[in-house]
């Protein structure tokens, strides 16, 4: 895999998968590779940098890395009290990626997602995350509906994002273990995901704008959870 961006560099390097090569720019390789033992190409054409990684957002630096290895979603439901984030089919990489940037800044436990009709974990996402998925457990699962039937069993506590819920965000207690369930961009979550959950909230919009983007909504109902969390001294 081809990962880009100054900032999706830096935490490639410092994650834990192996970086094989980098190409950069002069001033690129300056300000990011300059401690690292990576193996740097020096690249004067930014063109030629567009044409490796495939963006021509790359900052000026791209590097190889090893495949990105997924988390076990068994293993994060059985951890104590974990904080999961659940995604129902959400497509685009920008808001897979600006999503697990929040996460990983909430210190959740970890993010699944569906293997089928979603955004998987690549080099756009790291992009939009600045990083943060090379220092977060994401999972995927085949099924999400039964995911969250078994992170039920572990003892975990479901909420899910749905416009017109009548429970409001902030009335659930969120300590313990709890998968906050989001949908997909238009759709929202689909109605057997929706069953599964053992609660639907809503965030109150007080505008003219009918909904909230999913990585906005996410990044709201994440502080929340961590809010309670703190406050209780969980």
């Known amino acids: 895999m081809i990962v880009y961006g100054r900032n999706a560099v830096r935490e490639a390097i410092r994650g834990p998968r192996e970086v094989r090569r980098a190409w950069a720019t002069e001033r690129a390789a300056a300000d990011v590779l300059d401690r690292s033992a990576v193996g740097v190409t020096i690249v004067s054409d930014p063109a030629a940098l567009e044409r490796r990684c495939g963006s021509p957002e790359h900052q000026g630096v ?35 990626g600006a999503v697990c940037r929040t996460a990983e800044a909430v ?91 053992d609660q639907l909230v809503a965030l109150p919009l007080r505008g003219r704008v009918s909904s909230l983007n999913v990585s906005a909504a996410a990044a709201a109902l994440m502080y929340e959870i961590l809010r309670q969390r703190l406050d209780s001294g969980s």
């Open 62 to 96: 791209c590097v190889e890395v090893s495949a990105y290895r997924y988390a076990d979603a068994a293993e994060l439901v059985g951890l104590a009290s974990p904080m999961i984030v659940a995604l129902d089919e959400i497509q685009d990489p920008q808001n897979l």
């Open 107 to 197: 210190g959740v436990t970890g993010v699944v997602i569906a293997e089928r009709r979603s955004a998987e974990v690549t080099a756009a996402v790291c992009r939009a995350s600045a990083g943060a998925v090379e220092h977060l457990a994401v999972a995927r699962v085949r099924n999400l509906a039964d995911f969250l039937l078994s992170a039920r069993d572990a003892g975990c506590w479901s909420y899910g994002a749905a416009a017109g819920a009548a429970v409001r965000y902030d009335a659930p207690d969120y300590r313990g273990g709890v998968v906050l369930v989001l949908g997909s961009e238009g759709r929202g979550l689909r109605p057997r995901v929706a069953a599964a959950c």
